[in-house]
Every structure is written in C-alpha cells, then in structure tokens.
C-alpha cells in the first residue's frame, strides 16, 4: 500500500499543490533559505496564504476545525507545554539572544511549568558562537531539564552537520532537525560536510551511489536521496551507539580526545 492509497482526493489536492511550491519556490532558493530572514519570512507568508498552515487549527485561531476537534490548552508568555492537536504534537520552541539568556529561560520554564515541560525545542545557533560553547550550554539545558524530568525530550533545530549532532548527542539532545541535507553533501565515510556539487568527487559506495537504479537520475535528486539515505543510516547507527554505551568511543574516533575530554570537564 502506497501513500497515495491512504488520502482522499482533496488531501492528494493538497499534496501536490505543496509539492509544486516546493519545487517551485524553496529548492530553488535552498542555499540562502537560512540566511536570508526576509526570503524566510517571505515564504511562509506564501505559504500561509496557500491555507496550509490553516488547517490543523480550530476557527477561532484563525484556522478551518471546530473547537470540538481539540483538547483546550492556554498560552502564557511562552507556549506552557507539549501538547496535542488532530494527535499532532506541538513542541515550545525557547528562543533568546544569548546562550546565558537562553539557559535563564529554560531554567525559567522548567521552574515555572515543572508537569508540562515533557519536551521543548532549542535553536542551535542561539546555544553559541563556536562547537564547544554550544556544547556547553546544552549540557547545563540537559542538567536543568533532568532536575524536573530525566525522561524530558530536547530537541535542536538547525543542527544538521554530523560531528555536531554527535556531541550535541553526548551532552544530552535527543533528536534534530535541518536544512542541510538540501545545501550540502555529506560523506559516510569520515562524515565530513561537502559543497553540494562535490558527490562525484567522494567516490561514494552507498546504494544510491552505486545502483543503476540511479545511474541516470538527475545530480539534484540522486544527491538528496543519498543524503537522506545517509542520515538514516546514521540515525540508526547513533541509536546503537547510545543502546550498547559505545558512542565516547565513537566521538573519540570521529572528533578527538581532546574535545571529548574538554566536554567532560564543563
């Protein structure tokens, strides 16, 4: 069973409508997504005005379901919890300008909300300037958090780069999102991030590098899929690190000694 099989004609609609302004006005503009505040905000107004941000919100908010489709929920200055709309899960995201600000925050939030802060979201750039900093201020996150809840889940946006993802990993972040499977290529030999014109140059012997399936794919889309065929071999292997108590070892490897000792002193 397909996808396909599973939506009704109006959702299968929906879905190529947003597959046609991806293509049409994000990939295009991949590189400078990131960087560019305005194009960002930009695109989604676009895609606000298309009515897809819409739809997982009752009429009052703005959006197009009745308010018995949700649970009631309330906002204080920032989102209180976690929580649950059409079995979507929703997850604060605490944003400050500095990392000493940011941690003041968390330390804020966990104090304030201790039964509802399951889970939240922090941006990787506001965590520092350079790796160790941002390791550092996810570790005293992770410490802060652990306090109120030890099974409490820290998600990193904008954290794509595989080196970062792995110490972020050692100092207590459970999961990740990014732009840079779309902006870069990535070798799963050493991890090392490449320009994304550079996959012939790695001499890789991944699946999608080595089928004939893909021999004669287009560079873009032969180059996606083995980015994400990458990242969910390396998810998979960053579980099995972390299940067998392997993953210090690894980053011994991978990153050095040295930095995994600099991380164990803070």
């Known amino acids: 069973m397909y996808l396909k099989d599973l ?5 299968l609609e929906i879905k190529r409508l947003f597959r046609k302004f991806v293509d049409n006005e994000i990939m295009p503009k991949r590189l400078e997504i990131e960087q560019e505040k305005d194009l960002v905000a930009k695109i989604l107004q676009d895609i606000t005005d298309l009515g897809v941000l819409r739809m997982g919100y009752p009429k009052e908010l703005g ?4 308010d018995k489709d949700f649970r009631k929920f309330t906002f204080d200055n920032i989102i209180e919890s976690s929580v649950f709309l059409n ?20 330390n804020e939030f966990v104090q304030k909300f201790p039964k509802l802060c399951g889970s939240f979201a922090v941006a ?21 958090m652990n306090r109120s809840d030890p099974q409490s889940f820290l998600h990193i946006l904008g954290c794509g780069n595989p080196k970062s993802m792995l110490l972020l990993t050692y100092c207590g972040a459970d999961s990740f999102d990014s732009l840079d499977w779309l902006k870069h290529v990535i070798n799963p030999a050493d991890h090392s991030v490449h320009d994304f014109s550079h996959l012939e140059l790695l001499n890789c012997r991944c699946h999608v590098c080595t089928s ?11 180059t996606l899929l083995h980015n994400l065929l990458y ?10 690190l972390i299940r067998n108590a392997l993953l210090r070892p690894y980053l011994e490897k991978h990153i050095g000694n040295r930095i995994v000792k600099q991380i164990d002193k803070l």
């Not at 079995?87 to 968390?106: Q, R």
């Not at 300037?129 to 802060?144: C, G, H, P, V, Y």
């Open 231 to 240: 990242y969910r071999v390396f998810v998979d292997n960053l579980q099995s």
């Open 7 to 11: 939506l009704t004609e109006e959702e």
């Open 63 to 66: 959006g197009e379901k009745s």
């Open 87 to 106: 079995n979507v899960l929703f997850v604060p995201i605490l944003h400050e300008s500095t990392p000493g600000k940011l941690i003041d925050l968390v």
């Open 124 to 144: 990787e750039r506001d965590c520092g300037k350079s790796i160790l900093e941002r390791a550092e201020t996810i570790l005293q996150i992770r410490r802060i």
């Open 212 to 222: 004939s399936a893909y021999m004669d794919a287009d560079y873009l889309e032969k």
